[in-house]
């Protein structure tokens, strides 16, 4: 057990999924896991080991937020012995070159958060994803003959704000998308020398106010779900 996870030591895979939302890591686990078994529901944060394709996997929710992931991949990470955790979210599009349904690799993570900065000494407002995850996750899309782009993101502290435009951090290092999360996930993995990705489908266009329904948001995942599952069988 650590202070947010109840799991027990050793029922968490080395790799590790983690969707922000718990349903979301239910869904996953009961429609594409092969016997999985609930590990974790303190907070209703639900956590699942199974095993896809005959390899072990972990789908955690992280909840939404830089502080939340933080805590969540930070435990995973240090006391569960997780070695690589690739985040799949949904983002909005700063830029109609973005189109609903885009799958998006994260390259770097920007953000105006001062959790680097204070949780690890980290400078600056850009962490890269960590590790051979990323690239392993391009290859699998090939493979799969999947269309996947890669960008960099802002990975934003707010989603309600005055304004439309486009904040200047993200203005700043060409970021086309936003979610809120990578960026502390990035942070993490980095100071502790662990592997992180960060794939993302476009599910609103921030410019045209298009957005994928409510409906559509379960079955439009599937294509992220399973690019990511057949990427972390390979790392
Ligand atoms: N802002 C922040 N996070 C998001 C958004 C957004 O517009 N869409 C999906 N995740």
Known sequence: MSIHISAAKGAIAKTVLMPGDPLRAKYIAENFLEAPVLVNQTRNMY???GSYQGSPISICA???GCPSIGIYSFELYTEYEVETI???GTCGAYTTELELFDLINVDNACSES???KYAWGIEGSM???????????NETAAAQGKKLKTCNIHSSDIFYRKTMDTP???V???????????FA?????????KNAATLLTVSDVIPTHKKISADQRETALVPMMELALGATIKI
Not at 185 to 193: E, K, S, Y
């Open 114 to 116: 001062t959790f680097a």
């Open 185 to 193: 996930l990035f942070a993490n993995a980095r100071h502790l020398g």
């Open 47 to 49: 956590m699942y080991t």
């Open 168 to 170: 200047e951090v993200a």
């Open 127 to 137: 962490i890269a994803h960590q590790g051979p995850a990323f690239s392993i996750i």
């Open 172 to 182: 700043e290092h060409h970021c086309l998308a936003v979610e809120m999360e990578a």
């Open 62 to 64: 992280s909840g939404m």
């Open 86 to 88: 690739v985040r799949i």
